[in-house]
């Protein structure tokens, strides 16, 4: 079997793409509240995420669309809190984490 360099940077890649949004969603949490963040930014995220996982299924190529949608599903998160009003985001948050 020989060694595929390609897979490695793809899998370096993907695993960076979705590990870039945990530190945001758990501090969304934490901090309860999105203030800063830019809805229009998230939107386009969401879309390019969205994006991608289709162009994968339609590719039927896994490596596309597992790691994209696990990062939609983060990018949704993030939208979705920055679009509630701060007293959602708020109750949301301390569902999520009721330690504070």
């Known amino acids: 079997m020989e060694f595929d360099w390609t897979t490695v940077i793809g899998t370096i890649g993907a695993s960076a793409s979705v590990a870039s949004f945990t ?3 758990w501090k969304i949490i934490r901090e ?3 203030k800063g963040l830019s809805l ?4 386009l995220t969401c879309l390019s995420f969205a994006s991608w996982t289709t162009f994968g299924a ?12 696990i990062c939609l599903v983060f990018a949704l998160f993030i ?3 920055i679009a509630l ?3 959602k985001t708020r109750e949301v948050a301390e569902t999520l984490d009721p330690t504070e």
């Open 40 to 43: 229009a930014m998230f939107a």
């Open 23 to 25: 530190p945001q969603a």
């Open 85 to 87: 009003p701060a007293r």
């Open 58 to 69: 339609l590719k039927g190529e896994w490596t596309l669309i597992i790691p994209n949608a």
């Open 32 to 34: 309860r509240s999105t």
């Open 79 to 81: 939208f979705g809190m």
